[in-house]
């Protein structure tokens, strides 16, 4: 599975940004994570299945929502409230099975990263 992530980009402390990711066929689970300059990488969100189970990170405090699009095999993370502190580069992720983890050695598959700055 190859992946395609796009819509980072600069934003101010409280805007919105929307990530997209295109898979190159249909995969079970996709989703989020992220690194932040000196900082380990961190689980962001994923979504489960066609019915789309979500999970989110415990910092994401209901500020973030990951959506799926089954017929274009997309994943779609669209952030509101941003804060600085978000400021990383954020990777797609997918794997194989219908499956959560946080864990990131748990996704087969990582997209090539977009940067997301938030300014204060």
């Known amino acids: 599975v190859q992946l395609q992530a796009s819509g980072g980009g600069l934003v101010q402390a409280g805007g919105s940004l929307r990530l997209s990711c295109a898979a190159s066929?249909?995969?079970?689970?996709m989703g989020w994570f992220r690194q932040a300059p000196g900082k380990e990488r961190e689980f962001v969100a994923s979504?489960?299945?066609?019915?789309?189970?979500?999970n989110y990170g415990a910092f994401v405090q209901g500020r973030f929502t990951i959506s799926r699009d089954n017929a274009k095999n997309t994943v779609y993370l669209q952030m509101n409230s941003l804060e600085p502190e978000d400021t990383a580069v954020y990777y797609c992720v997918a794997v194989g099975r219908l499956e959560y983890s946080e864990n990131d050695r748990q996704y087969d598959y990582w997209g090539q990263g977009t940067l997301v700055t938030v300014s204060s």
């Open positions: 979504i489960v299945g066609s019915g789309g189970v979500t």
């Open positions: 066929f249909r995969i079970d689970t």
